[in-house]
């Protein structure tokens, strides 16, 4: 009978913060195994000292390289691999001889912890049990005296060994954040929470709940200071809003506005310099996250990432923003006045928000011009943009527009084809054409134009095959006149 291999969280430091489940295991085990430095000293051990026991065997799995460099011939991760093949190899013969181990982490086993590869190698051949342990970002939030996240606020833990770019980004997008792995990454990390605009709330928590533990400004902590075991985090906003002193109340003059800004369809490459300078000159960018994460990141800029189907909620927020003073970007893919953004802002202003604020729109490249730059000029003519989703009109209005537009003999360019849910609409719209258009009727198929996955498709109304499209794609339907040759699509521009 093979033993059982246990990865014990010890939780952040404090011998009393580890659960009883993990200091019974710990005094239990026949054998502890702990990771160590070449120096032989182990943190974790340290902290499960008061658990051990006469009797018990020790495995230090002593790492070849933290720090410093390597002459392994695969480098420091191929050091590592090795080291961990062979940590597990050791394991293993205590596992097969009928012994129970224990291995020890600190914090969370599964959290940045160096036992999950130990439980890929093992897990398979012998029982595998992981303790969970209080993480060191519970226990920086406790040590402050401040929450993590309320209500509907997003937390997002990142690893200080991210670009600075990315997690000035990925701060930018959060409400509140634990970045780890802090030591030699600090002034990268630092630099990033500047540039999200979000040093000032930041703050640094050394060595949590030890004896030696440090609490400080993010922005007053000197860089050479910062050892392995440390973290920044930036708590709850809602609740820092709700401890400051409230600013004495005096007649304010709005001065905000909201620029609603057209992004083209996909890359840089495609924004417009008026829509760059914009974007530039904002204090807060509003938008769909996929959106949002498109703009450039500028040190102070506060970004508001929100969902798909929120359009008039994002709407009110940047309105909201703007009424309070602060200059406003909202982001729509393509063109915003084109089944977007603008219109979802100047409804809210009609029913009463933002009052005083300006707002003005700034065109994109259409997501129909992009798609027909890829195969000629297939809207050479006149032609009627209509989007198929029925989620804000009824599916009797579209069709009665789509027969009248068929009859009158214009080109279509067709936003919104299809999605997960809406798999009828394309194929209804297709028969409705058909009434007056021949099969041969060309049609263009572009998805995701500009973008890693595009694929542009020219085919026929006869031939189109509504299960090959969906919300990425844009439709192109000719009229009479239009023509193909040699893959070219183009649509003369007399009768």
């Known amino acids: 009978m093979t033993g059982t291999l246990y990865g014990v969280g010890l939780g952040p ?23 160590c430095a070449r120096h032989g000293r182990s943190i974790a051990r340290s902290v499960a000292e008061p658990y051990l026991r006469e009797g018990q065997i020790e495995e230090k799995l002593v790492y070849p390289v933290t720090t410093e460099t390597t002459d392994h011939p695969g480098g420091y991760e191929g050091a590592i691999a090795d080291f961990y093949e062979l940590s597990a190899k050791r394991l293993a013969e205590h596992l097969d001889a009928g012994r129970d181990v224990v291995l020890l982490c600190e914090g969370d086993p599964f959290f940045y912890g160096s036992y999950m590869y130990m439980h890929e190698r093992l897990s398979g051949r012998f029982p595998a049990v992981v303790v969970p342990g209080v993480t060191s970002v519970s226990a920086a939030s406790s040590v402050l005296g401040r929450p993590l996240v309320q209500r509907d606020e997003v937390l997002t833990v990142l690893p200080g060994t991210l670009p600075a770019p990315e997690l000035a980004r990925r701060l930018a997008d959060t409400d509140s954040a634990a970045v780890l792995k802090l030591g030699r990454t600090f002034g990268s990390v630092r630099e990033a929470f500047a540039e999200a605009g979000k040093l000032e709330d930041a703050l640094y928590v ?14 007053d902590v000197d860089p050479s200071t910062v050892p392995y075991f440390s973290l920044a985090l930036l708590p ?15 007649p304010v003059t709005v001065t905000g506005e909201v620029v609603v800004v057209g992004l083209g369809p996909a890359g840089p490459e495609w924004l417009t310099p008026e829509a760059s300078a914009e974007l530039s000159e904002a204090e807060h960018i509003v938008g769909y996250g996929p959106y949002v994460a498109r703009v450039p990141q ?17 709407a009110v927020e940047a309105l909201s923003l703007a009424a309070s003073g602060a200059r406003v970007a909202v982001v729509s893919s393509g063109d915003p006045g084109v089944f977007a953004m603008a219109s979802a802002v100047l409804e809210q202003v009609a029913a009463g928000h933002g009052a005083g604020v300006r707002v003005r729109i700034v065109p994109g490249v259409t997501a129909a011009q992009a798609a027909a730059s890829r195969v000629g000029a297939p809207l050479g003519h006149d032609y009627c943009v209509l989007s198929l989703s029925d989620r804000l009109k009824p599916w ?19 936003y919104n084809p299809a999605s997960r849910t809406r798999t009828t609409q394309l194929a209804s719209a297709r028969d409705v054409l058909l009434r007056h258009r021949t099969p041969e009727t060309p049609v263009v198929v ?19 095959d509504p299960s090959t499209v969906d919300m990425r794609c844009l439709l192109i339907v000719g009229s009479s006149r239009t ?8 649509t003369p521009r007399s009768y």
């Open 236 to 250: 709850s906003p809602a609740y820092a809003s709700r401890i400051s002193p409230a600013p004495p109340s005096v």
């Open 206 to 219: 050394e060595r949590a709940t030890w004896g030696e533990q440090r609490v400080s400004p993010l922005a």
């Open 13 to 35: 430091g404090d011998p009393e913060l580890m659960t009883v489940k993990a200091a019974r295991l710990i005094s239990e085990a026949s054998v502890i195994a702990y990771h």
């Open 446 to 464: 572009a998805r995701d134009v500009g973008g890693p996955e595009e694929d542009i498709r020219v085919t026929t109304l006869g031939d189109l």
């Open 483 to 490: 023509r193909v040759a040699n893959g070219v699509v183009w």
């Open 396 to 414: 009797e209005i579209i069709e009665k527009r789509l027969n009248a537009a068929a009859e009158a003999d214009l080109v279509l360019a067709l």
């Open 298 to 314: 500028k040190a102070g800029q506060q970004r508001h990432a929100s969902g798909n189907r929120v359009e008039a909620e994002r």
